[in-house]
């Protein structure tokens, strides 16, 4: 009998080592981390264009000659020709949205349109805030003054009243030289360059710092009014402004431009609008 029991007591311990077993090997594998896969998300902004048929393209329908109003009233300009070409190739339709220049980067991330096209100088400060295009133009950032003014330098603008455009490259570079920002009299702010240069031509502002390219094409519409002083704010690039997510639709516009340059393609719309081939190779 005592022997029986004996058995009957092994048998039940067996079988519980062995349900606590199967227990304890569930567990840890209801324990064990799962494997996670760092899903990266899917970058469809090429996709995304093509499916709605068209790309909207945000500018500053006052910067001549990159797009600006012509007497009709439409948007012309060596970028507007440029972003035509690109779309066609693209196979989608051009849409063209005047915007708040000031705003630009806020609309651009707000989806109210897909690029910025219309001479945005690559900054390193815009760097952090959007992505951008290869270079496509090189561009300069000058002092445009009455014919007879005698500024010829940055320091000559000590005690002058200079004008900028809100939000434009030339707003930056007089405001990152602090010498010459502090020396100044008053910085005048404008929505665009036409008001601008207006106002200096009315003898309201002294000087313009403007990108070399506006200046040089309002001076070629009114000779004899304007001249650029010799020193400058330095060399800049500049490109076009996407998403910065939008790597896929960023790589396509690249492609299709250096197609347009080994085609001669940019070269034919430079020399329309500027009597020759300015594109950076």
Do not use: H
Not at 40 to 64: A, N, T
Not at 73 to 102: C, H, N, S, T, Y
Not at 191 to 211: C, F, P, Q, W
Not at 230 to 254: C, P
């Amino acid at each position: 009998m005592k022997k029986k029991m004996m058995f009957l007591l092994i048998g039940i311990l067996m079988m519980s080592m062995m349900l606590a077993g199967c227990g304890a090997k569930e567990t840890s594998k209801a324990d064990e981390p799962k494997e996670t896969k760092v899903s990266e998300e899917k970058d469809d902004s090429l996709e995304e264009i093509k499916e709605k048929g068209e790309f909207v393209l945000g500018l500053d329908d006052s910067f001549p000659p990159m797009g600006f109003r012509d007497k009709k009233g439409e948007v012309v300009g060596f970028d507007i020709d440029l972003a035509k070409e690109v779309a066609k190739r693209m196979g989608v339709k051009l849409k063209i949205q005047p915007i708040d220049w000031d705003g630009k980067v806020l609309s651009l991330n707000n989806k109210d349109i897909d690029v910025i096209w219309n001479g945005l100088t690559i900054t390193e400060e815009r760097k952090k805030q959007i992505g951008f295009s290869k270079v496509y133009i090189e561009n300069r950032q000058v002092i445009v003054t009455g014919a007879d003014s005698d500024i010829e330098t940055k320091k000559d603008l000590a005690g002058k009243i200079v004008a900028v455009q809100l939000g434009s490259s030339g707003e930056d570079v007089l405001n990152a030289d602090t010498e010459t920002v502090s020396a100044v009299k008053e910085v005048v702010k404008f929505s665009n360059y036409t008001e601008a240069l207006l106002d200096l031509k009315a003898g309201r502002v002294d000087a313009v710092v403007i990108d070399e390219i506006v200046g040089r094409y309002y001076m070629s519409k009114r000779p004899g009014e304007y001249e650029v002083a010799k020193e400058d704010f330095g060399k800049e690039g500049y490109g076009i402004g996407f998403r910065k997510d939008d790597t896929a639709l960023i790589n396509e516009v690249d492609q299709i431009l250096d197609e347009m340059k080994k085609d001669g393609t940019t070269a034919e719309i430079s020399k329309k609008w500027f009597g020759e081939d300015i594109v950076a190779k």
